[in-house]
């Protein structure tokens, strides 16, 4: 499906929340219960990521840097210091940043879609069973209201939608509890994910000074016939992570 075709569909449907005044940032709050988790390889790929048309251009470095660097912070040993390491690897699909210098009537909005999966490290095992795609939007109120391209550098925007992809990716951990069981993972989304209607879900939190965004999520569609499923790449023999 094409990023154009992502974007119309998800900004249809009834799942998208658009989260009204959450410009606190909760890093210093205590973490949420994911068990032993512990961060082992964090991995953000961006070299197939499409860009709408009207967009500031980013790189796939600024993107997988900004991302890479949400998740540590979310997720790193400060928050989440267990024993068990668990691999998230993260694909940028494509994204829109408002530009500046467009006409506030057109209030171009930022959005991020990514597919993401998440792995039990000691077994090698993704206990994700579908490839997960968020869709992030930046939030309708303040200074969004007319487009952050006109409040906002292209760094800022990446850093608050990179932050509330990692807030996302908590969200859909603590949906499945399963995985992070202190007497070992369980493979297998929540029961009946796969044919409740897609549920809403609040990213609380953006960085300091940038805007809060609207979240939705879904299961990846099946890939067409000989469409190989995006997955992390390769794990070095040096990159093993290693409890300090």
């Known amino acids: 499906m094409s990023f154009s075709k992502i974007l119309t569909l998800a900004g249809t449907a009834c799942a998208v929340l658009l989260v009204a005044g959450c410009a606190a940032q909760d890093l210093d709050e205590p973490a949420a219960d994911l068990g032993p988790f512990r961060l082992g390889l964090n991995i953000v790929v961006a070299d197939t990521m499409q860009k709408v048309p009207i967009s500031r251009e980013a790189t796939e470095e600024e993107w997988e840097t900004g991302l890479k660097t949400a998740v540590g912070n979310r997720f790193g040993p400060a928050r989440y210091d267990g024993d068990r390491f668990y691999n998230i690897g993260i694909n940028i699909d494509g994204y ?119 979240v939705t999520s879904a299961p990846l569609a099946a890939p067409e016939p000989g469409a190989p499923v995006r997955r992390p790449l390769p794990r070095p023999p040096e990159l093993v992570p290693t409890i300090e």
């Open 96 to 214: 829109a940043l408002a530009p500046p210098g467009i006409p506030v009537v057109a209030a171009p909005k930022s959005v991020v879609v990514v597919s993401a999966n998440i792995w039990d490290d000691a077994n090698q095992q993704q206990l994700n069973t579908e490839v997960r795609r968020f869709t992030i939007f930046e939030n309708l109120s303040g200074e969004s209201v007319i487009g952050t391209g006109l409040t906002s550098t292209k760094k800022q925007q990446i850093e608050a939608l990179s932050y509330n992809v990692a807030k996302a990716l908590e969200g859909w951990f603590l949906e499945n509890p399963q995985w992070f069981d202190p007497a070992g993972a369980v493979p297998g989304e929540a029961a009946d994910r796969s044919t409740a209607a897609p549920q809403p879900r609040v990213v609380s939190g953006a960085p300091a000074g940038a805007a809060p965004a609207a």
